[in-house]
């Protein structure tokens, strides 16, 4: 009797199981994701003659892609700083030459009123000796 009872509940428990299984299946349309995924899997399946990549094994390898943005983000940081400093070296190369410009203007203008001072004196001893040799003759 209790072997019996045994084998019914087993049967009513797993009837029960099945058609619960089979109604959570119906409701959340189980079939058809599952021929959904078959067909992903049928998709995604590797190639065994196509390589796959797979990390080395050396960190720094494997960073170096990342280290290298970093370092080309850095090198045209300083790049764009260069030609800021140039353009500012360019800008003071251009007033220098101005003021070197000027101060030629200013020696030659220095010169031309030396010489002419130097005229002037010559002119003025000159012009003295005349009024001395003047003064002798009379």
């Not at 209790?2 to 049967?11: L, P, V, Y």
């Not at 030396?114 to 002119?123: F, K």
């Amino acid at each position: 009797l209790q072997e019996k009872c045994k084998k019914r509940m087993k049967t009513n428990l797993m009837d029960s199981l099945i058609t619960e299984v089979d109604a959570m299946a119906e409701e959340e349309n189980l079939q058809e994701k599952l021929q959904k995924l078959d067909k992903l899997v049928e998709e995604a399946t590797i190639d065994e003659e196509k390589e796959t990549w797979r990390p080395n094994g050396n960190v720094n390898d494997h960073l170096r892609s990342h280290v290298m943005a970093m370092k080309l983000k850095h090198k045209n940081s300083l790049e764009e700083c260069l030609r800021e400093k140039e353009q500012a070296t360019e800008a003071l190369r251009q007033q220098v030459n101005r003021y070197r410009s000027q101060v030629r203007l200013l020696e030659a203008k220095l010169q031309n009123l030396h010489d002419q001072s130097l005229d002037c004196s010559v002119i003025n001893s000159v012009d003295t000796k005349i009024t001395e040799r003047i003064k002798e003759f009379k």
